[in-house]
Nanobody, 121 residues
Framework: QVQLVESGGGLVQPGGSLRLSCAAS????????MGWYRQAPGEQRELVAT???????NYADSVKGRFTISRDNAKNTVYLQMNSLKPEDTAVYYC???????????????WGQGTQVTVSS
């Protein structure tokens, strides 16, 4: 099994920045797409940003120009740099990855446990 361990959440003032990190808990054969999703209270979970194995990225319209997703394949880690944060960015942020643990296994989807991001003055 693999765990995705997130870090970097917290409380920040509007206009501030945070950087989220998500690392796999063990060595992995292949990591395909990686991404970040978020869920605000009373809302459905929504896509924030994804990055594929070729480093092609996709962003929700609401975060384009403010958030940047990146990955370090050597560390099996994905990052989300969040700038110009707004109160409406407040949510629990979840890491997601499509992982194939070994050549003998098929790939499957994994989720992190979530990290709280609160944007408030």
């Amino acid at each position: 099994q693999v765990q995705l361990v997130e870090s970097g959440g917290g409380l920040v003032q509007p206009g501030g920045s945070l950087r989220l990190s998500c690392a796999a808990s063990r060595s992995i054969f292949i990591v395909y797409s990686m991404g970040w999703y978020r869920q605000a209270p009373g809302e459905q979970r929504e896509l924030v940003a994804t990055i594929d194995s070729g480093d092609s990225t996709n962003y929700a319209d609401s975060v384009k120009g403010r958030f940047t997703i990146s990955r370090d394949n050597a560390k099996n880690t994905v990052y989300l740099q969040m700038n110009s944060l707004k109160p409406e960015d407040t949510a629990v942020y979840y890491c997601n990855a499509e992982i194939r643990i070994s050549p003998a296994t098929l790939s499957r989807n994994y989720w992190g446990q979530g990290t709280q991001v609160t944007v408030s003055s």
